[in-house]
């Protein structure tokens, strides 16, 4: 099938023609830009300029502006969180139009990005304040957008070489006083900027490298003072740390206590301090385990693990509960050791004779020469 032609910008706004997608067109992103910034008006508030910054820039982009003034040449770079304020103090400082031209712009593609570069581009402003004028700055842009169905911006830098001012003919001509000529001929803006946008990238030196500082603030709420400490802190260990290896706590925060607590009920309590004489009294050195010393009446139950989907302790540590145990007799066990002691077959047997030891007893005396003659 023949191929068609490819539809204008003009021809789709007014619905002609199949629209292609942003790939391959990002001149065609700059249009829309400019459409953008047409549709603005006076009460356009943040939101509006967020909106902006977030359909036309990546999250992560960067705003780069060169130029040279009487003292030296300037370079501004601000991030993505500042770039709707750039825009919106453009306007703040007596533009009332602006748009952008790009004559034989050149485009390179990447793997992720397209690359559009422009020696011949102009930004275009029109003043109202003092006298209509008309700003022309010429520069070289260089744009970097992402290589995607958003085609957003992520890299933006403006070179400036010069800039022209027009005044109308009939403006001048209607000015009979020669110091409202001569007041006529200076310029409005310094390289194309006004002074409120200059005033607003010199204030953006300072607070872009305060970013962190602001969001430190915000998210600890730590005076001026000890962001700073921490800031500094951290970016210390992250030069001093081999990689994969610094401190993640911030600066002055309380430090996880790594205690393991034990959880007991008051029964248990009460228990423990009429055993050892008292809540303070020390501990006696543990002893081999004997079922005969375990306490008469209680029973341990060892709960599950917190993992394991059981009861709750602290610090996944296991609940021990203690129950009575009512079934318990304690002089059971000295009954049945005196019933196998003196059953006959012990007593007739050699077993029993050889096991069986003679006890002494208080009121009758063993001598040595009876024990030798048993």
Same mark, same amino acid.
């Given at each position: 099938?023949?191929?068609?032609?490819?539809?204008?910008?003009?021809?789709?706004?007014?619905?002609?023609?199949?629209?292609?997608?942003?790939?391959?067109?990002?001149?065609?992103?700059?249009?829309?830009?400019?459409?953008?910034?047409?549709?603005?008006?006076?009460?356009?508030?943040?939101?509006?300029?967020?909106?902006?910054?977030?359909?036309?820039?990546?999250?992560?982009?960067?705003?780069?502006?060169?130029?040279?003034?009487?003292?030296?040449?300037?370079?501004?770079?601000? %991030?993505?969180?500042?770039?709707?304020?750039?825009?919106?103090?453009?306007?703040? %400082?007596?533009?009332?139009?602006?748009?952008?031209?790009?004559?034989?712009?050149?485009?390179?593609?990447?793997?992720?990005?397209?690359?559009?570069?422009?020696?011949?581009?102009?930004?275009?402003?029109?003043?109202?304040?003092?006298?209509?004028?008309?700003?022309?700055?010429?520069?070289?842009?260089?744009?970097?957008?992402?290589?995607?169905?958003?085609?957003?911006?992520?890299?933006?830098?403006?070179?400036?070489?010069?800039?022209?001012?027009?005044?109308?003919?009939?403006?001048?001509?209607?000015?009979?006083?020669?110091?409202?000529?001569?007041?006529?001929?200076?310029?409005?803006?310094?390289?194309?900027?006004?002074?409120?946008?200059?005033?607003?990238?010199?204030?953006?030196?300072?607070?872009?490298?305060?970013?962190?500082?602001?969001?430190?603030?915000?998210?600890?709420?730590?005076?001026?003072?000890?962001?700073?400490?921490?800031?500094?802190?951290?970016?210390?260990?992250?030069?001093?740390?081999?990689?994969?290896?610094?401190?993640?706590?911030?600066?002055?925060?309380?430090?996880?206590?790594?205690?393991?607590?034990?959880?007991?009920?008051?029964?248990?309590?009460?228990?423990?301090?009429?055993?050892?004489?008292?809540?303070?009294?020390?501990?006696?050195?543990?002893?081999?385990?004997?079922?005969?010393?375990?306490?008469?009446?209680?029973?341990?139950?060892?709960?599950?693990?917190?993992?394991?989907?059981?009861?709750? %302790?602290?610090?996944?540590?296991?609940?021990?509960?203690?129950?009575?145990?009512?079934?318990?007799?304690?002089?059971?066990?000295?009954?049945?050791?005196?019933?196998?002691?003196?059953?006959?077959?012990?007593?007739?047997?050699?077993?029993?004779?050889?096991?069986?030891?003679?006890?002494?007893?208080?009121?009758?005396?063993?001598?040595?020469?009876?024990?030798?003659?048993?």
């Amino acid at each position: 099938m023949p191929s068609q032609p490819m539809p204008s910008p003009m021809d789709r706004e007014h619905g002609m023609g199949r629209p292609t997608p942003y790939m391959g067109q990002p001149d065609y992103r700059i249009y829309e830009l400019n459409k953008r910034l047409q549709q603005r008006t006076e009460d356009s508030d943040n939101l509006w300029w967020d909106a902006f910054a977030t359909e036309f820039f990546e999250d992560d982009a960067t705003l780069t502006l060169t130029f040279c003034l009487e003292d030296g040449p300037k370079r501004y770079t601000i %991030g993505r969180t500042l770039i709707p304020r750039y825009f919106r103090s453009i306007f703040e %400082g007596g533009v009332t139009d602006l748009y952008y031209v790009l004559k034989h712009p050149k485009e390179s593609f990447h793997n992720t990005t397209i690359t559009l570069d422009c020696d011949q581009a102009m930004m275009v402003t029109q003043h109202g304040k003092p006298m209509f004028t008309n700003v022309i700055t010429e520069g070289r842009l260089v744009l970097e957008f992402t290589f995607d169905d958003l085609m957003r911006i992520r890299s933006w830098h403006f070179a400036i070489r010069q800039h022209r001012e027009l005044i109308p003919r009939s403006v001048i001509a209607m000015q009979q006083d020669p110091a409202m000529v001569e007041q006529l001929s200076k310029n409005i803006t310094r390289q194309g900027l006004t002074n409120y946008t200059l005033n607003f990238l010199r204030l953006c030196v300072i607070l872009e490298p305060m970013q962190e500082l602001m969001s430190r603030h915000k998210a600890y709420g730590l005076n001026p003072r000890d962001c700073l400490k921490t800031t500094l802190f951290q970016k210390w260990q992250r030069m001093v740390a081999p990689p994969g290896k610094g401190r993640t706590t911030p600066y002055n925060s309380p430090a996880p206590n790594k205690r393991r607590k034990r959880k007991a009920s008051a029964g248990n309590n009460t228990g423990i301090n009429s055993r050892e004489g008292g809540p303070n009294k020390k501990r006696s050195p543990p002893q081999a385990f004997n079922i005969g010393s375990s306490v008469p009446g209680d029973v341990m139950v060892v709960g599950e693990p917190t993992l394991m989907g059981g009861e709750f %302790g602290d610090e996944d540590e296991r609940l021990i509960t203690r129950l009575e145990n009512t079934q318990y007799e304690p002089n059971a066990g000295e009954e049945e050791q005196d019933k196998f002691q003196n059953s006959p077959a012990l007593q007739s047997g050699s077993w029993g004779q050889d096991k069986k030891t003679p006890q002494p007893t208080a009121t009758t005396p063993v001598s040595e020469t009876e024990i030798k003659t048993e």
